[in-house]
């Protein structure tokens, strides 16, 4: 080992903030032995070890390019797959890959107190309220009650904050500093805002047509507008009230009013709720970076865009979910009980929203029964418990409402899960066992593999994620079992475990099996999927930072990612707006088509009252032509029976039927042998339909 000079520990000395261990050795010290050479410091491999770290990544993206349908082969992809993973396994072992941690959580539990009076007034107010909600309607009288309680519970169990102290701190620092835009907040901002063009663009297109749930869920909404405020909406196998009413807002801020638009809005505004929460999530555990990326990678995908645009209640599910694993979280990493207050606030209200969501009670249970198991601390496992309960109360008078109803309409409120799970409605195929693992299976590979077969909510046959998101989550999952092998935090394992958990509404389609997996119904797992994504995409950009230090290590990474980020864009944009939207098209009946002839109709040369749609097995929903046509919820079936009986109303008469319903020709023939028929050419080959003009 060279010796340093005099002049090299004086400058050591003076470039103090710098790390470093010259000494002047002793005059007499014997030569220093030969340092063991070990798997991380071999000098013979600083040359090219460096470029290794690329390599996980592209065999995840070369494995990840044969699940796509237009180049699949399971074998190829396996081999890739395998590759990646035991390329990055053996990166960690020979210590040129850096497994990171994860933020380690706050001290010790403080505390907890019960201001007793308020809360037993509180809960006098919610049984009342419990009591008054009968007959299934909301009203003034129990929403009141029921507000009150849930406000003397809250204030009873809340930590009191110095809010206003902080509000006024931040305004006089707002006073003498102003308001100062860092390119940090400018860059969320932009992510965020990419996202919303991503769920708002074409929206009036993408999807374009609608099919019977939405006519049901807009008979619904009309009956809100019509004053029924209903807790519960039993039409159609049963439905949660949430969509309905905000809908109905929707379409009375907006001026959309019943349309599908405004289904759309809603429930495209629930999902880009869900994203400031994954970022904060994402924040929380690790660091803003993986926040933000997170964010992205969700923000554009086509998974929870396509669940967003079909205007169900399928939204709802990771909008809700998002929340209350961020308030969860939070309270146990920072020891916060008014954080649990506000978990339980977002269970609650998630429970009004989509049925899968019933399961996120057990998520909660998870989450808190992992922190349990891997805390040392007494304070810290009371504080698990307590908090359980905390978010237990609270959600359960949130959930009040709907569990006055369940208490005597249970069978109503379970039967289409029910229905799923069990032989209520058909007899199953096979073992419960044998079908539980299969769609176990199948929900785990529909990732990367396959997504299902449902084409309103999905392209079948395709993986969930696009080929960037695909392979990333491999090795994401990959990074955090090993990570959580070698480190034990409790974080690594609850958003492994999460993501079959919160597909459990999917997989336990047993009596269906078909039907899983559903894009719809795993929707709460887009919350740890990509927070996974994002640790494993960050994780990447360290090791290549690390292992190519210095200006060029900062922007081959940037790079790098500004590269995978670009993929998914222009991937996602595709499986959206033309994969997507032309499968949909293709497969949906054309009612928008058949709307706009009526409205036509009743803009020339008749009116709406003398325009009918003549049914015909497995085709058009004839409430469907309504809201096309006039916006309203309106049948404009006439039965094939019911045909002669128009023949007084006055001219001009719209007659609608499909081509092959020869009979209907025949009685309108008969009835009207100087009408006019003519053929419309639908946009899509397979949907056209007959008119039949009577003019005199």
């Excluded at 904050?161 to 100062?180: A, M, P």
């Excluded at 449902?454 to 999952?477: C, F, Y």
């Excluded at 290549?544 to 790079?559: E, V």
């Excluded at 020869?662 to 009685?667: C, G, K, P, R, V």
Aim: aromatic share 14%.
């Amino acid at each position: 080992m060279e010796e340093p000079s005099v002049l090299d520990y004086v400058l050591e000395k003076l470039t103090f903030w710098r790390k470093g261990s010259l000494v002047i050795p002793p005059e007499e010290q014997g030569p220093e032995p030969d340092e063991p050479i070990r798997p991380g410091n071999d000098p013979d491999r600083g040359s090219w070890k460096k470029y290794l770290v690329f390599l996980p990544s592209l065999f995840a993206i070369i494995a990840q390019i044969f699940g796509e349908p237009e180049n699949r082969s399971p074998a190829l992809m396996t081999f890739f797959y395998v590759a990646a993973g035991i390329g990055l396994l053996l990166l960690v072992l020979f210590k040129d890959w850096e497994l990171d941690s994860l933020v380690p959580d706050e001290g010790e539990a403080s505390d907890f107190s019960v201001r007793w009076i308020p809360f037993l007034v509180g809960s006098s107010f919610s049984a009342l309220a419990f009591f008054f909600f009968t007959g299934n309607l909301f009203n003034f009288l129990n929403v009141i009650i029921w507000i009150t309680g849930l406000g003397l519970i809250w204030w009873s169990l809340r930590i009191p904050e110095d809010w206003l102290g902080k509000i006024k701190t931040t305004w006089h620092k707002f006073i003498s500093d102003g308001f100062r835009v860092t390119p940090w907040m400018i860059l969320v901002a932009v992510v965020f805002l990419l996202a919303g063009f991503y769920r708002f663009y074409l929206l009036n297109q993408v999807p374009p047509e609608m099919f019977s749930d939405h006519a049901e869920k807009l008979i619904d909404v009309t009956d809100v507008l019509r004053g029924n405020h209903f807790i519960f909406f039993p039409r159609n196998t049963g439905r949660e009230a949430f969509q309905m009413y905000l809908t109905a807002a929707v379409a009375k801020i907006f001026g959309t009013g019943i349309s599908f638009l405004s289904l759309k809005l809603g429930t495209c505004l629930a999902g880009l709720f869900s994203l400031p929460f994954i970022y904060l999530i994402g924040r929380d555990i690790k660091n803003k970076e993986v926040g933000l990326l997170a964010m992205f990678f969700a923000g554009i995908a086509y998974w929870p865009n396509v669940i967003s645009r079909v205007a169900l209640r399928f939204a709802l599910y990771p909008a809700f979910v998002a929340p209350t694993i961020y308030f969860l979280v939070r309270g146990i990493k920072r020891k916060k009980w008014n954080d649990f207050l506000f978990a339980g606030l977002f269970l609650g209200i998630g429970l009004h929203g989509y049925s899968p969501f019933r399961i996120v009670p057990f998520a909660v249970i998870l989450i808190l029964l992992i922190y349990f198991l891997h805390t040392k601390s007494k304070d810290n496992r009371r504080m698990a418990v307590i908090a359980l309960l905390l978010v237990g109360l609270i959600s359960l008078i949130v959930f009040l409402p709907l569990g006055r109803y369940v208490s005597t309409n249970y069978s109503g409120f379970s039967y289409r899960m029910l229905t799923r799970m069990t032989d209520v409605e058909t007899a199953l195929s096979g073992s419960v066992l044998a079908i539980f693992l299969s769609n176990l299976w199948k929900a785990l590979i529909m990732f990367q593999w396959d997504n299902g077969q449902i084409w309103v909510h999905s392209i079948p046959g395709r993986p969930a994620l696009g080929v960037v998101s695909g392979a990333m989550l491999s090795l994401g999952v990959i990074l955090l079992v090993i990570r959580y092998i070698k480190k034990r935090h409790w974080m690594d394992l609850a958003l492994l475990l999460l993501i079959p958990l919160l597909m459990l509404p999917s997989i336990l389609s047993i009596a269906f099996p078909d039907e899983n997996p559903s894009l719809n119904r795993t929707g709460g797992a887009i919350i740890p999927v990509f927070l996974i994504i994002a640790i494993a995409v960050e994780n990447l950009v360290t090791n290549l930072r690390s292992s190519l230090p210095g200006r060029a290590g900062k922007w081959i990474s940037t790079a790098i990612v500004l590269l995978l980020a670009g993929i998914s864009m222009q991937t996602n944009a595709r499986l959206v707006f033309v994969d997507y939207y032309q499968q949909f098209k293709s497969s949906a009946w054309n009612t928008s088509e058949i709307g706009a002839v009526i409205e036509e109709f009743a803009d020339t040369i008749g009116d709406e009252d003398h325009a009918w749609v003549v049914p015909y097995p497995h085709w058009v929903d004839t409430r469907l032509v309504g809201i096309n046509a006039i916006d309203q919820v309106r049948d404009f079936a006439l039965w094939q029976t019911e045909i002669p009986g128009t023949e007084m109303a006055e001219v001009p008469k719209l007659y609608i039927f499909k081509p092959d319903d020869e009979e209907t020709f025949q009685i309108l023939q008969d009835l009207y042998p100087d009408g006019i028929i003519e053929r419309f050419e639908s946009e899509v080959e397979g949907r056209d339909f007959m008119l039949y003009y009577v003019l005199q």
